[in-house]
């Protein structure tokens, strides 16, 4: 089983995650991403690598960075040690520095048990799947041991914090004065450093989620547990909520009232203001076949194209590189402005959506009434042959004719987990009872279709 997944490697700290896997990961990366014109160039001009290492509070993420930042600098990289900081910040910071590559120490939005190592490139960008493989098989070979002066030094990277938040409120094109916002920090990496940039955005601020013990991360708060926002915002009397991840790549929302405002319509408000400044490349959107049906009803209605990619943030970057578009994203609150970062950044995506709201005067619910959501509902199927979904016919038939009964009102998508062991049955429909009825009929027909057989 390869050890990199969809977004670096992950597993349970100290369990599959050790600090001798990370140590020998670190030293293996520093061999194949010290090779290149550029890492050449550095060794001539008698520069050593430099690599920047970053975690979320999670109690494991001290070991782990320690094994990590010890790999580089046992095999000659100079490590600047970031601390505790959102990912995007350690993705910007690698770029701003002009590093060789760097590493994140974090989960994501996983329990606090878990950890995972991302590596980044130079640039702050994601390694593709073919540089992955080269490191995992780099593992098994020989590591860079240079001796004496030539050993790399690990120094903290004191001013990592203050150049991200200059960064951040440099890209917002208007203040957020008279905006109160809740955030919510998931007890996570944004902790420190969200509250304090919306603050000096101009925005009236009131936290919660934001007092890590090491333990606490994702624990009922941030992006994927939004009521405890959603309370909070309500009686606050706020006019917005922002939730986080553990590791600030996500941004969802609530207006004044409570209501979600999810990835989809977070993406179609910033889509259309983009637009209408000359800035969105292309009048085009990157989504994912996830994205809910109203988002392309609703980009169609102003001009903009959406282009489709897999589901995963990685394929939404991979597509916006190619073309150089602007703005991509997921529902899950994944959301990539590339004039301004190189991945997810729940601080910025949050930031452009409030000033948007103080630019034109507006509530985020009337913002987000540009989109008006169809019912969703996904059906996970498990205990069947995955692996058939694109190749028995019956089932595409069947597919097929729940696509012609929904006709333009709704939208059928039918994928293989690439996470968990089963099947994904997703239907959408201008009606909640039309939608689940259809996804619990289909879902009998997957499992009846891929049962797994017997031996």
């Known amino acids: 089983m390869p050890l990199f997944g969809t977004d670096g490697v992950r597993g349970l700290a100290n369990g599959p995650l050790t600090a001798d896997l990370a140590l020998s990961l670190a030293q293996a990366t520093a061999v194949v991403l010290g090779q290149g014109r550029s890492a050449e160039a550095r060794k001539a001009a008698g520069r050593r690598l430099t690599a920047v290492v970053a975690r979320d509070p999670r109690i494991s993420g001290h070991f782990l960075s320690a094994a990590v930042e010890a790999g580089l600098a046992s095999s000659g990289v100079d490590v600047l040690d970031a601390g505790t900081l959102p990912t995007p910040a350690a993705a910007f910071l690698i770029a701003d520095i002009d590093a060789d ?28 799947d073919i540089v992955e493989e080269r490191i995992e098989a780099a593992m098994a070979g020989p590591k860079l041991q240079p001796t004496g002066g030539d050993v790399g030094r690990i120094s903290r990277f004191a001013d990592a914090e203050d150049r991200y938040v200059v960064h951040l409120l440099s890209s917002i094109p208007n203040r957020l004065d008279g905006i109160h916002v809740v955030l919510d920090c998931a007890h996570g990496a944004a902790s420190g ?18 007092d890590p013990d090491g333990m606490n991360i994702n624990d009922g708060v941030g992006s994927t547990h939004l009521d405890k926002l959603a309370a909070a915002v309500v009686a606050a009397g706020a006019d917005v909520g922002i939730a986080h991840d553990g590791d600030a790549d996500r941004c969802l929302a609530v207006d004044a009232a409570g209501n979600i405002v999810d990835g989809d319509q977070i993406m179609a408000i ?47 970057l991979e597509r916006m590189n190619e073309a150089g578009y602007s703005l991509g994203g997921e529902q899950s609150g994944h959301v990539i402005m590339s004039e301004y970062a190189t991945t997810g950044d729940g601080l910025l995506t949050g930031l452009h959506l409030l000033a948007e709201m103080a630019r034109q005067g507006k509530t985020l619910a009337e913002l987000a009434s540009i989109m008006t959501v169809y019912p969703q509902v996904l059906v996970n199927v498990r205990g ?40 994904r049955v997703m239907v959408e429909a201008s009606d909640a009872a039309v939608a689940q009825d259809t996804a619990d009929r289909l879902a009998e027909v997957v499992r009846d279709r891929l049962a797994l057989q017997s031996a």
Do not use: C, W
């Open 101 to 128: 590559f760097g590493v994140m120490i974090s989960a994501s939005h996983n329990p606090a048990p878990d950890n995972g190592i991302k590596i980044f490139a130079r640039g702050g960008v994601k390694l593709p």
């Open 193 to 210: 450093v969200s509250p304090e940039t919306f603050r000096d955005a101009g925005a009236r601020v009131t936290v919660i989620g934001a």
């Open 270 to 316: 910033l889509a259309v203001s983009m637009k209408e400044r000359g800035r969105l490349k292309d009048d085009t959107l990157v989504a994912t076949v996830m994205s809910n049906l109203g988002l392309h009803r609703a980009m169609a209605a102003n001009g903009i194209r959406v282009e489709q990619t897999a589901v995963g943030d990685r394929y939404v």
């Open 384 to 423: 069947v042959d995955r692996s058939r979904v694109q190749t028995d016919e019956p089932l595409a038939d069947a597919v097929a004719a729940v696509a012609a009964e929904l006709g333009d009102s709704g939208r059928v998508l039918l994928r293989a987990s690439g996470t968990e062991p089963l099947v």
